[in-house]
C-alpha cells in the first residue's frame, strides 16, 4: 500500500472516531479507498528503478526480531532484542493488537508520545494505528516476545525523522545472531496484491520479495522446501551458485553456476539453496533480485531454511531480521 494511501485510512478512522464524520460518510470514504486499493498494480520492470534500490549508506534500526511462528489464525509469534541506543523508529499496525510481553532488562515503549516503563515478566497491548517506538538508553539490550497479526507490507507503517515510510518500503538485513554486524543481503517485501507477477494468488497472503546483496557482504543463502521459485535479475550481471541441500547440509557435488544478466530468469527447484558467488564466503559482486515462490504462497519459518554456518542450513525460526534506514 502506497503511503498517501495508508494515511488516507488512518486520517478516515480517526474522523469517525473524534465523530467529526457520521457512519454513511465513513462507509462512502472508505468504499472509494478500497476501490483504488484493489486496483492491479503494474509488473515489476526487469529495467532497473530507482525506486527498488536500498538506501545509500543504511543505517541498522538495532531492534531484532525472528519470527517463531505463524499459527493457525496467520498470527506471528516472535522474539526481539533492542540494543542500546536503537534508533527511535515508530511503527503502527493498521488492524488487529500488538501484544508484548517483557523477557528481561527494562524496556521503554512510547506509544503515540507517552512512555511506558516495563520490567521483566510484565506485559502491553498496543491497539491498532497507534504509533509505538522501542527505546533503549541504557548500555543492556531489553528483550521481548509479541504476538501480532502475520507481517504484511498493507499491514504496517514506519517513520523516521519526521518521514512516514510504507511497509513496502522497509528493508529488512538477514542476520545469523543479534550480534551480527556485517554487511549482510536485505530483503524488502512486495504487496500481497499484486505480489510483483501481475495477479492476485490463491493465497491472499502469498507475497514475493526482492533481495538486495551489497558486493562483499557476507552471504546466508536460503532455500524454500515448500515448493519451486524464481529469480529475475532487476539490477546488475552476477554468478548465482546452486546447491541440493539433504538434511540440512549442502551437497558441493551438486552444485549449479549460472551467470545470470540483468532482465534475465532462473528458476529454482524446491530443494535447492541459492546465492551470489562468493569468495570466502563474500558476494564477489552486487545484485537486486525479484525472488517469486512457485506456486505463490505465504512466508513460513519451518519450510524456509537459511545457511546459518557455511553449507549448514537451519530452519527460519533461527534467523534474525534488522530493519535498516537512511542515514
Known amino acids: 500500500m502506497e503511503t498517501d494511501m495508508r494515511r488516507k485510512l488512518d486520517t478516515l478512522f480517526d474522523r469517525l472516531e473524534k465523530g467529526e464524520i457520521g457512519r454513511a460518510e ?7 479507498i478500497i476501490q483504488q486499493m484493489i486496483r492491479p498494480g503494474p509488473d515489476i520492470p526487469s529495467k532497473p528503478d530507482s525506486k527498488y534500490v536500498p538506501p545509500k549508506n543504511p543505517r ?34 493498521s488492524e488487529g493488537e500488538w501484544r508484548q510481553y517483557i523477557v528481561s532488562g527494562t524496556a521503554v515503549v ?93 493465497d491472499p497472503l502469498a507475497t514475493d520479495s526482492i533481495a538486495w546483496v551489497p558486493e562483499g557482504a557476507e552471504m546466508m543463502r536460503q532455500m524454500d522446501t515448500a515448493g519451486r521459485g524464481r529469480i529475475r535479475m532487476l539490477q546488475g550481471e552476477a554468478e548465482l551458485e546452486v546447491q541440493t541441500v539433504t538434511n540440512g547440509s549442502a551437497d558441493r557435488a551438486r552444485t549449479r553456476v549460472r551467470r545470470v544478466a540483468q532482465g534475465e530468469t532462473l528458476e529454482i527447484g524446491p530443494r535447492e539453496a541459492f546465492g551470489i558467488a562468493t569468495t570466502r564466503g563474500r558476494a564477489v559482486s552486487s545484485a537486486l533480485m525479484l525472488i517469486q515462490p512457485d506456486p505463490p504462497r505465504i512466508w513460513k519459518p519451518e519450510t524456509t531454511l537459511w545457511e546459518i554456518q557455511q553449507d549448514e542450513f537451519h530452519t527460519g525460526d533461527q534467523v534474525w531480521f534488522e530493519m535498516i534506514f537512511p542515514s
Open 110 to 202: 512510547d506509544i503515540d508520545g507517552k512512555r511506558h516503563t516495563l520490567q521483566a515478566g510484565e506485559n502491553i497491548t498496543i491497539q491498532p494505528r497507534r504509533q509505538f517506538t522501542f527505546i533503549n538508553e541504557g548500555n543492556k539490550p531489553w528483550r521481548f516476545k509479541a504476538y501480532h497479526p502475520v507481517w504484511q507490507p498493507e499491514r504496517f507503517s514506519y517513520g523516521v525523522r519526521n518521514t512516514e515510510i510504507a511497509g513496502d518500503d522497509v528493508w529488512f538485513a538477514l542476520r545469523p545472531s543479534p550480534d551480527d554486524t556485517a554487511a549482510r543481503p536485505a530483503y524488502r517485501i512486495l504487496p500481497a496484491r499484486n505480489g510483483g507477477n501481475g495477479s492476485r494468488s490463491a
Open 60 to 93: 541498522n534500526a538495532g531492534v531484532l526480531i525472528r519470527i517463531v511462528d505463524v499459527d493457525e489464525n496467520q498470527r506471528n509469534m516472535i522474539e526481539g532484542v533492542v540494543k542500546p541506543g536503537a534508533l527511535p523508529f515508530w511503527q503502527r499496525l
Open 26 to 32: 465513513f462507509v462512502e470514504a472508505l468504499s472509494s
